[in-house]
Structure formats: structure tokens, C-alpha cells
């Protein structure tokens, strides 16, 4: 059987340029029936691009696409799946009031009667989750009242339900699921495969790349550098096509690590003694002192996230009290949290950062224009020189600072709002997930940053689902599980001692 029969799908010298910036550059990706393919590439390389083409988001400029032996154009994202192509965005792009039932069969509820019948939707829904996914939870329930991982399964869910799906995208689906479920994923990606189903999977985890690809495609700026048999390519070599340079090795961000560690004060910028919210989080203290950066590490639910949030101020403490440069706080909220010199940047930059509609330079005063009040309003000159400031600061890859947010990547996107918030000059900062969905050399280059940011006399708050990272970037580290403060380590401490506080052994 020659290569061409082998594969279910290929696309072939694709382009497509938007207002200021060429997305793609004659680019071809080729994918087999029964593969797993990676698509790699730094934020901004082109693979969100290239995929929306593939589903009818996008018209792509030039080249064609050629889909089970035949020329293809897809229109839309329902025409595609009509086709048997079928895509998990990177963002969950889900209806959260309705619930998790209507969410995977929305527009196939079996009917009876002229009527859809409500009883079997839920049946099929919960067989659904639990034979694809084994997630057991009640389906009749709004999407919105489960977690971001849940929600991601539940997108997953909807996308394998379309029985003829010959292609199935999945675009970073484990940026918010724990080891757990990312296992039971690569389950079903391992038995989608064997039935001869074409996946391509796109991702920033080293260790998942090598996992449970086949072969990996990497493009850099818009073009394809190559695509390379997994088992043929090294992580050193690979990490180095996808970002056009070495990278910074482990050594040398320890010495970094260790310079910054040097600058850390006594007096405690914020300080929570026995805080708590019922449901959220068990009461704990913590200090965070000037030059610190204290990772929080857990698995997902731990209540890392709950923690920030009562933190800043998102969520009210029921008990205990925070002190911000040894006064007690009485009023604690957003808006009194940014006057005091604390940011949060959250987890969630869809629905708790970016604004769509807004430029790249609107969204990076807008916590500078709130703490100020909307009756003293910041000049277009000042407003453009803090927003190209943090452009250059951040590399943040957009033409101009009115390119529209929406256009730019995720990792841009999650740049943005990290702008946003330095901007304020704050001395407390919350990192929630800073680096989730960006690429390998941008994560070093933020974790250099959070690092200096300290060494200026900040304090940072850096919560990871990466070990490797928090263990990387931490002066001190704070192990969450179930909710509660289970451990502390002071220096350096190793990545065994951090896992087995995580699962409830003795350290």
C-alpha cells in the first residue's frame, strides 16, 4: 500500500494571512488512518490556524485539502463533522447554562413523539461519558457547576459521540485535566486508533508527545519545519526545531533560582492567618515575604485555585483574616486588592481575563483604568505606552497594539493578560496557571521573569499543574490536597518528597 492509501487525510500547501500577519506559508501536514500525529509549535507557530482551516473556521488563501481520497472545503465546523472531522478546541467552547446532557447531544436528542425525549438523552449522555471516558456524573446537572476539567471531558465526549468521525482533533485537551484523566483519555485515544481512526493532537507536554504520538509535524512562524517518526527525534532535538534556538537548560534556571533566592526580605507582604471558605478551602496560613516567589503544588481540585481566589479577593473568606503589609484587611475584594498592590492573573483567560472584543492595548490597561476610576480616564499616549512597554517586555507577537485580541494565539493571549497585570506594578502576584497551553521555550521565558520579578522584591504566588515547574521556579512550596494545607518545604526539596506529600504518604 503506497503512503498516499495509507492516509485518511492530507493537506497540502496550505496558506492563509490575516490583516498584518501570515499565518501559514505554504504548509502540508499528512495524517494516517489509525495514527496518532502531534502537531508541535511555538504560540503563534500556526496550529490553531491550521485546524480551523481544516474544520471550516477558517478559508485558508491557497493549497487544498484532500480527505479520505477526495478534495474537501469544508464551510463550516458542522460541515466538516457532516465530513467525519471532528475537533476538541483548545478553549471549551460549550453552552455552560445548559446542562451536561443537552451539551453532548445538542442537535441529536432522540425524539419521541415530536418531542425530544428528555429520559433517553440523559441515558445516552451518561453512557456516553462513562463507556468513552469512564466519567460518572449526573448528566441532568448545568454544565457550570463542574470544573474545567469536567468540562473538558464533557467537550471531549461531544466530539467522539459523532459515530463517523474519521478525524478527530484534539487541540490541547489535557491543559486542565489531572494525571488520572489524562490517562483514561490516552485510553480512548489508543482504542480510537486501533479502529483505525486518525487523531492529531496538539500539545504542549513534553512527556505526553512522546507518550502517545506516532509521528510529530512542527512548525515555527507559520511553516513547516518538518514532521519527524516519534521514536526517530530526541526531546533535545525536538524542543530546539520547535523554538529555532537551545533551550535554557535546567542548570542554568537554577542558578537563577538560587541568585533570586538571595533577595528574599523577612516582613511579609501578605499574610493569611487561619483563612477558609466552607466547601473551598480548610483554613490555613500562609505568609508571603518581599523576594519570595511560594509555589502551591496539588492535583487538580486540591484547592490551589480556591486558594488564589480568596487571596484576591474573587471568593470571601469565612474565617481567618488577611493582612496586607502587617494591617488587617476588613474590605476584601478585587478592586480593594489591586488599590493594596496585589494581582491575580486567573486560570482561566477565556472567561475570567481576556476581553474578546477589545485591542491587545485595551486589555492591558484595563486594571490600570479601573483601580484609577473610569472618571479619570487614561490618554491614548499614555495608553499606548504602556501597552507597547509590555509588548516588547513580554514578546507578545502581534502586529500593532489595536490588533483585535481575539486574533492573537493562546500563548499570546495568555501574555496579554499577564501584561495586564504587571502593569499595575503590583507587589503581590498571584500566577494561576501562568504557562498553561504555551510553549516550552515561552514557559522558560515567564518562569525567568516570575524570578526576577522576585529579585525586585515582589511576591509571587506561582501555582502549576507541572511539578517540574513549580519545583523549578519555587524558593518555598505549599502542598494542597483535598482542600486542605497538608505540607510546607523550605530549599531545595526533590520531586519524590513533593509527589508523596501529594498522595498522602509520609515524605
Request: one cysteine or more; charged letters at 25%; proline letters at 3%.
Amino acid at each position: 500500500m503506497s503512503e498516499s492509501d495509507q492516509n485518511i487525510l492530507a493537506m497540502e500547501g496550505i496558506g492563509k494571512a490575516f490583516p498584518g500577519v501570515q499565518a501559514l506559508d505554504d504548509v502540508s501536514v499528512t495524517l494516517r488512518k489509525g495514527e496518532i500525529l502531534c502537531l508541535v509549535g511555538e504560540n503563534g507557530a500556526g496550529k490553531s490556524t491550521l485546524m480551523k482551516i481544516l474544520t471550516g473556521v477558517d478559508q485558508p488563501d491557497s493549497g487544498r485539502i484532500i480527505f479520505d481520497g477526495k478534495e474537501i472545503h469544508p464551510k463550516s465546523p458542522q460541515h466538516a463533522q457532516s465530513l467525519g472531522i471532528s475537533t476538541v478546541y483548545q478553549e471549551v467552547n460549550l453552552c455552560t447554562n445548559l446542562t451536561v446532557a443537552e451539551n453532548i447531544l445538542l442537535g441529536r436528542e432522540p425524539h419521541k413523539m415530536g418531542r425530544i425525549d428528555w429520559t433517553k438523552t440523559n441515558a445516552l449522555a451518561a453512557e456516553t461519558l462513562q463507556r468513552l471516558l469512564g466519567v460518572d456524573i449526573d448528566v441532568t446537572k448545568p454544565l457550570s457547576s463542574y470544573t474545567v476539567a469536567i468540562q473538558q471531558m464533557v467537550a471531549i465526549a461531544r466530539a467522539l459521540y459523532i459515530a463517523s468521525a474519521k478525524v478527530l482533533i484534539l487541540d490541547e485537551p489535557t491543559s486542565s485535566l489531572d494525571e488520572n484523566e489524562t490517562g483514561q483519555l490516552f485510553k480512548v485515544m489508543r482504542k480510537l486508533k486501533s479502529e483505525g481512526v486518525g487523531i492529531i493532537f496538539i500539545t504542549h507536554f513534553m512527556g505526553q508527545i512522546y507518550e502517545i504520538s506516532d509521528r510529530i509535524t512542527v512548525l515555527r512562524n507559520g511553516k513547516l519545519v518538518g514532521t519527524y517518526e516519534t521514536a526517530s527525534i530526541t526531546r533535545v532535538s525536538l524542543i530546539s526545531k520547535m523554538i529555532g534556538r537551545s533551550l535554557v537548560e535546567f542548570d542554568e534556571m537554577t542558578k537563577i533560582k538560587l541568585e533570586s533566592g538571595k533577595h528574599i526580605k523577612s516582613e511579609a507582604l501578605l499574610q493569611a492567618k487561619g483563612f477558609g471558605l466552607t466547601g473551598s478551602i480548610q483554613p490555613l496560613d500562609l505568609d508571603l515575604h518581599a523576594g519570595e516567589v511560594v509555589g502551591l503544588a496539588g492535583l487538580l481540585g486540591s484547592g490551589r485555585t480556591e486558594t488564589a481566589s480568596i487571596l484576591f479577593g474573587v471568593e470571601k473568606a469565612d474565617s481567618g483574616s488577611i493582612f496586607v503589609n502587617g494591617k488587617e484587611v476588613h474590605e476584601h475584594s478585587p478592586l480593594n486588592s489591586i488599590k493594596q498592590g496585589i494581582a491575580l492573573c486567573p486560570e482561566d483567560r477565556k472567561a475570567a481575563g481576556i476581553v474578546d472584543d477589545l485591542t491587545v492595548r485595551e486589555n492591558i490597561v484595563l486594571a490600570i483604568q479601573a483601580n484609577k476610576g473610569w472618571f479619570k480616564y487614561l490618554s491614548l499616549p499614555e495608553q499606548y505606552e504602556i501597552a507597547e512597554k509590555y509588548i516588547e517586555l513580554l514578546s507578545i507577537a502581534t502586529p500593532s497594539a489595536d490588533q483585535p485580541v481575539k486574533n492573537l494565539s493562546g500563548g499570546n493571549q495568555q501574555k496579554v493578560i499577564l501584561a495586564r497585570w504587571l502593569a499595575t506594578n503590583p507587589q503581590v502576584l498571584i500566577l494561576d496557571e501562568p504557562t498553561r497551553g504555551i510553549d516550552v521555550g515561552t514557559k522558560a521565558e515567564i518562569q525567568r521573569l516570575v524570578l526576577s520579578l522576585a529579585e525586585e522584591g515582589k511576591a509571587c504566588v506561582f501555582i502549576s499543574s507541572e511539578l517540574e515547574e513549580v519545583l523549578r521556579t519555587s524558593h518555598r512550596i505549599v502542598v494542597l490536597r483535598e482542600r486542605q494545607k497538608v505540607a510546607e518545604f523550605t530549599g531545595e526539596v526533590d520531586e519524590n518528597t513533593i509527589i508523596h506529600a501529594i498522595a498522602g504518604s509520609e515524605a
